[in-house]
């Protein structure tokens, strides 16, 4: 079974397989093909303008899957801060500019918490994935709760991790070997509901 990621990001790519390896069995995993948007030239770039999540993911989803015919899978995720009323969250990925880089967003999270204690540094990382194949179209969700530190720490990772403390641990996202992010993250808990389902439609198929 071929399957579509709506990304280029190759960081992603490589982060959704690792964690897909890990849920499905080695023999579901292996009869799937795993394909991005970096391999369908003719797909433009799309544009995220939705006020959620899901109206990201779900966008990204049907266009790639308009255009290949495959089933196709977007996520949207983003980081919320509590004492910043809930932002970056769904504009993370550009929180300082239209092509502001992670350090660059990182940059300005921190500016903007200046002087907060760590106790009101409270923040959540949270996942949407969107599945679309036809008329079909599933939604799931994780989340991870944690804190935001003070400065970066780790070379692991994208995104905001070198930021991001997880409840329980000491370790940012970005110090973390893959394998414990990848089953911790808030990608690894939507991933791992999408993978208990495509794993149910493999076996059917079989």
Do not use: W
């Not at 071929?2 to 397989?17: D, P, Q, S």
């Not at 949407?128 to 070379?155: M, Q, W």
């Amino acid at each position: 079974m071929k399957i579509v990621l709506a990304t280029r990001n190759r960081h992603k790519v490589e982060e959704i397989k690792q964690i897909l390896k890990i849920y499905l069995p080695d023999e579901i995993y292996s009869g799937l093909e795993i394909l991005s948007t970096a391999d369908f030239p003719e797909i433009p770039d799309i544009y995220e303008d939705g006020k959620t999540y899901y109206e990201n993911a779900s966008k990204k989803a049907r266009i790639v899957h308009k255009f290949t015919g495959l089933p196709s899978v977007a996520d949207d995720s983003g980081i919320e801060v509590d004492f910043l009323n809930g932002e970056p969250g769904v504009i993370s990925a550009v929180y300082a500019g239209e092509n502001a880089t992670d350090d660059e967003n990182n940059r300005k999270l921190l500016k903007l918490l200046e002087g907060v204690p760590i106790e009101n540094r409270t923040a959540r990382f949270r996942c949407v994935i969107v599945y679309v194949d036809g008329d079909v179209e599933k939604i799931f969700e994780g989340v991870t709760e944690g804190k935001v530190i003070f400065e970066p720490r780790g070379d692991g990772g994208f995104g905001y991790d070198p930021l991001f403390v997880p409840d329980g641990f000491d370790l940012t996202f970005a110090q973390m070997p893959k394998d414990l992010k990848n089953r911790i993250s808030h990608r690894a808990k939507a991933i791992k509901k999408f993978a208990e389902f495509i794993s149910e439609i493999l076996q059917k198929q079989n």
